[in-house]
C-alpha cells in the first residue's frame, strides 16, 4: 500500500468511532469487500471526509424515496433448484393487441413475432431489478424473464451452502438457470441475456446442458462477463496491492463470513467509504445520475457480508472458454465498458475472438454497470439482437429508457 493510501486508510480507521480495533478494521473490510478490491478506498476517503457524515446521510435517504429505480414489478413465479433453494423470478407478458401502449405497436406489417422468451440474468451482489432501464423499454414488446440468483433479491438463501457447507461455484448457478427456465418458459424459443456472474451462468448452462442451447436458445448477449482467468484482474490497483489481496482475502472473507452481523453494522457505520467504492467500481464516467447511483450502492449494501464471502471463490475457479462453443450458430452479442474494472474489456474481447461472428461492442466511459451508466447503448443493441433473432418484428418499437446523466429525469 502506497503511503497516501495508509493515510487515507488510517483517517478513515479513525473516524470510525470507538467501537474497538477488531470492530473498525472490519467495518471496513466488510465495506470494501462488498465491491470486491479493498485497496480502491483510499482515494475516496479523504475527499468524503470533508462533508458532514448527516448530510451526506439525508441525501442518501433523499434519493432513496425520490428514486424510481427497481420499481418495476410482474407476474411473480417461483422455482426450485436441484438442492431445494427457492429462486425467485418475474414475468412480462406481451401487451395484447389493442392494449394501452401504442408508442410499442409495430410500424410495419401484420405479422406476429415468434413466441421468444427473454431471460437476464443478474450479476453478483445485484439483484433482477439491475436491469431496470432495459425492463422498462422492453416491456409490452417481448416476453421477458427476471430472476434473482440464489442468496440474491427476493430468492431464498442457498439450502446446500446453508445446510451442508457447500461452497458456491458457477455449475450450481447453471442448475439453478436450468430450473428457472423450466418453469418460467417450459416451451419455445429462448434469448439468453446475462451480465457478469450472469453471463458466467449462461455459459455454465450451456457447459451442462448444450442440448438445451441446440434446441431451443435463439440469441445470447454477454454484458460485462468473463469466460476465465479471473484470477488475474487487478482491479485497476497496484501489482503489490494486488498480490496482497489475493494471499490474504480468502482467509478475511471466511472470517468475516461467521461474523456476519457484526460486519454489517460495520458496514453501516462506514457508508460513506462503501458508497465510494461502489461508484469507482460500478461507473466510469463523472455524470451518474445520483439517484442510479444510490440505487446501485442500495443493490449492492442489501447483500449480506456472508453471501459475498460465500460466492467469492467460486469466480477464480471460473473457466467455461469451451463451453463457448455452444453459441456459434445463432446470434450473439457481447458488450462491455472499456473502463470496467472487475471484468475488463479485454475479456469480452475474448469471448467474441472466439465466437468470430459475435457483434462486438465496448462502450467508452462505461465501467462494470454498463446497463446503468449508458442504459440507451445497451437497450439499442439488445434490440438488434432481439430483432435478427426474430423476437420482435423489424417494424417494433421499444419505450423510453431514460439516462443516467446528472442532468435527466429519473425514468
Not at 336 to 345: E, R
Not at 354 to 375: F, I, K, N, R
Request: proline share 5%; hydrophobic share 45%.
Amino acid at each position: 500500500m502506497s503511503e497516501s493510501s495508509a493515510e487515507a486508510a488510517l483517517a478513515v480507521a479513525s473516524a470510525t468511532g470507538a467501537a474497538g480495533n477488531w470492530r473498525r478494521a472490519t467495518g471496513i473490510a466488510g465495506a470494501a469487500i462488498g465491491v470486491v478490491a479493498a485497496g480502491a478506498a483510499a482515494g475516496v476517503a479523504i475527499e468524503r471526509m470533508t462533508v458532514g457524515r448527516g448530510m451526506r446521510k439525508k441525501a442518501r435517504l433523499a434519493l432513496d424515496s425520490a428514486g424510481p429505480y427497481g420499481s418495476l414489478r410482474g407476474t411473480p413465479g417461483k422455482a426450485y433448484a436441484d438442492d431445494g433453494t427457492e429462486l425467485y423470478y418475474e414475468v412480462d407478458d406481451v401487451e395484447p393487441e389493442g392494449g394501452s401502449a401504442p408508442r410499442r405497436r409495430r410500424l410495419f406489417g401484420r405479422k406476429a413475432p415468434l413466441p421468444v422468451t427473454v431471460v437476464f440474468s443478474h450479476g453478483y451482489c445485484l439483484n433482477q431489478d439491475s436491469w431496470h432501464f432495459q425492463r422498462a423499454a422492453l416491456r409490452g414488446v417481448v416476453r421477458t424473464v427476471y430472476w434473482d440468483q440464489r442468496s440474491h433479491g427476493r430468492s431464498g438463501r442457498g439450502e446446500r451452502q446453508v445446510r451442508d457447507g457447500v461452497p458456491v461455484d458457477i455449475e450450481q448457478l447453471g442448475r439453478d438457470l436450468k430450473a428457472v427456465v423450466d418453469a418460467a418458459a417450459p416451451e419455445g424459443p429462448v434469448v439468453l441475456v446475462g451480465h457478469s456472474m450472469g453471463g458466467m451462468t449462461v455459459m455454465a448452462l450451456a457447459d451442462q446442458y448444450p442440448e438445451l442451447i441446440r434446441d431451443r436458445v435463439v440469441a445470447t448477449a454477454f454484458v460485462g462477463t468473463s469466460s476465465g482467468k479471473l484470477g488475474e484482474v487487478n482491479f485497476g490497483l497496484p501489482v503489490a496491492g494486488v498480490n496482497a489481496v489475493r494471499r490474504i482475502l480468502p482467509g478475511v472473507l471466511k472470517a468475516l463470513g461467521q461474523r456476519a452481523e457484526l460486519v454489517e453494522k460495520g458496514r453501516q457505520a462506514t457508508a460513506d467509504l462503501f458508497a465510494g467504492i461502489i461508484k469507482r467500481y460500478s461507473f466510469a464516467s463523472r455524470d451518474v445520475d445520483p439517484a442510479v447511483a444510490r440505487f446501485a450502492e442500495r443493490m449492492i449494501e442489501g447483500t449480506p457480508i456472508d453471501v459475498v464471502a460465500e460466492f467469492y471463490p467460486a469466480f477464480t475457479d471460473h473457466d467455461k472458454t469451451e463451453a463457448l462453443a455452444h453459441f456459434k450458430d445463432f446470434p450473439v452479442l457481447v458488450l462491455a465498458g472499456i473502463g470496467d474494472l472487475v471484468t475488463p474489456s479485454e475479456h469480452s474481447e475474448a469471448i467474441a475472438g472466439l465466437l468470430p461472428d459475435a457483434e462486438l461492442v465496448l462502450v467508452p466511459d462505461a465501467g462494470h454497470l454498463v446497463m446503468l451508466e449508458h442504459p440507451e447503448v445497451v437497450t439499442d443493441r439488445l434490440a438488434d439482437l432481439l430483432t435478427r433473432a426474430g423476437a420482435v418484428p423489424a417494424g417494433a418499437t421499444v419505450g423510453g429508457y431514460g439516462s443516467t446523466s446528472s442532468t435527466a429525469q429519473p425514468g
